[in-house]
């Protein structure tokens, strides 16, 4: 038991040394962020940038001001929707002050110049000088949370020359831009089993308390983030983390909870001609499928076609997407039990869980209860990517393609027909764009 202790030390200290050296800037200590996390409402992606500028070390006394630090930040400089008349008032009063929100640019061609807008202040049409989008580009594509120092000065009508308010300096305080190539370059360093605990440790886990199957089977969570179109389905017991992931961990999926939707607001509103959630996210997740339901008599159908294809037809046009679906649910008998009497797609709703023509869609059924259920020792407090780092080069992997690789080393069976030859593709490809990225 003690040499096994011994091992888990020296392999966490081995792993955490080139985490230093390959990834600095870009780590976090989990445990702080649980620790503030509890007492402040802003995204978890949010508060690890600012852990990993501040308690990169491993002095406890640097750590504790540099979390003390973190929550001052937050309680001085974070906008609460509610209080933002209270911040706009200051900042009249001041002449200047610093705040934390989520900032998106856009070009007024006419007028040939950028434009901020503030999500939680409210402001819209703040001029921006044009080396901050040429230079944090990810402001143009649905923005960045930053830290953002804003003058106000009003002058009199005669001498009026446009906006009061102005932005000073602007940081981001979420990757501006990914090195895919240093990624790549520092994965090198790494073994395939210290790879597979850095991932798991990044979404709070801790892997040493795991076996090497439930590894697995936790990564294959994070599939429909790094694959395009991939169709996953857990079942389980309860309170096994089943939507955490992708509520919490990446700003880039969609948790839709309770599971009453339509057609407009998922694939296509025709009155607005505009795309909904699929085109908008890279992954929607379904909480507690037993509640999907459409108000629309085609929304199944509709579903059924976008699952296969990736494309989904309404009106006239016909609309291409990349998001993945996830599909989590709990089954409350034991396995035996519901194969017996009825199947394992139980809790879905009939017209989804005995369609067999839906269920062929799956790429992977997620065997939820063999996910052990979470306990506090099943998180890590140990070093892991911030979120918003592991959130963007998953990302960026989706636009990657590996599933060929494995032509290579086996031919797939003639027993599989084309569904199955897609889906064990896809699983294949995802698994390596996590494991394998460089």
């Not at 200290?13 to 080139?18: D, F, V």
């Not at 240093?182 to 089993?193: D, N, V």
């Not at 009497?341 to 059924?365: I, K, V, W």
């Amino acid at each position: 038991m003690m040499e096994q202790e011994n091992e888990c030390k020296s392999t966490r200290e081995a792993i955490k040394e080139k985490l230093r050296q390959y990834f600095d800037g870009k780590i976090v200590r989990k445990d702080l962020t649980k620790k503030i996390k509890e007492g402040a409402n802003v995204p978890v992606y949010v508060l690890e940038f600012l852990l990993g500028q501040y308690c990169c070390s491993d002095d406890e006394e640097v750590i504790e001001q540099g979390v003390q630090k973190v929550k001052r930040i937050l309680a001085d400089n974070f906008v609460r929707p509610d209080e933002a008349q209270k911040i706009l008032t200051k900042l009249r009063q001041k002449g200047s002050h610093t705040v934390i929100d989520m900032i998106t640019v856009h070009l007024d061609i006419k007028k040939n110049a950028f434009y901020a807008a503030f999500s939680n202040l409210g402001l819209t049409d703040v001029p921006i000088e044009d080396e901050y989008p040429e230079k944090y580009d990810r402001l143009l594509c649905g923005g960045i949370w930053c830290i953002v120092q804003l003058d106000y000065e009003y002058v009199e009508e005669e001498k009026k020359n446009g906006y009061p308010i102005r932005i000073r300096k602007l940081n981001p305080i979420q990757m501006p831009h990914i090195d895919m190539d240093q990624l790549k370059q520092g994965r090198k360093a790494f073994s395939k089993e210290e790879w597979i605990d850095v991932m798991l440790r990044s979404i709070g886990m801790e892997p040493d308390t795991l076996s090497y199957r439930e590894k697995w089977l936790l990564l294959t969570r994070m599939i429909p983030l790094v694959e395009n179109n991939f169709n996953l389905c857990e079942l389980g017991p309860r309170s096994t983390g089943k939507s955490h992931l992708y509520k919490e961990i990446s700003p880039n999926s969609i948790l839709v909870s309770g599971g009453q939707t339509t057609v407009a607001n998922l694939f296509y509103n025709m009155g607005r001609k505009t795309v909904g959630l699929v085109g908008l996210w890279d992954c929607v997740a379904f909480d507690e499928v037993a509640g999907i339901r459409f108000k629309d008599k085609d929304g199944v159908q509709i579903m059924k076609d976008y699952m296969a294809s990736g494309s989904f037809a309404r009106g006239k046009e016909e609309k291409a997407a990349s998001a993945s679906m996830v599909f989590v649910g709990n089954i409350n008998q034991s396995v035996d039990v519901l194969l017996k009497t009825s199947s394992l797609f139980d809790p879905f709703p009939p017209e989804m869980g005995t369609d067999t023509a839906f269920l062929d869609r799956m790429h992977c059924y997620l065997p939820g209860w063999e996910i052990p259920k979470l306990r506090p020792e099943h998180f890590t407090n140990d070093y892991g990517f911030i979120s918003d780092y592991l959130a963007e080069f998953i990302r960026e992997l989706r636009k990657e393609q590996y599933g060929d690789a494995m032509d290579h080393y086996f031919r797939l069976g003639k027993n599989l027909n084309q569904r199955d030859t897609i889906a064990v593709r896809r699983l294949v490809d995802g698994y390596l764009k996590l494991v394998y990225p460089d």
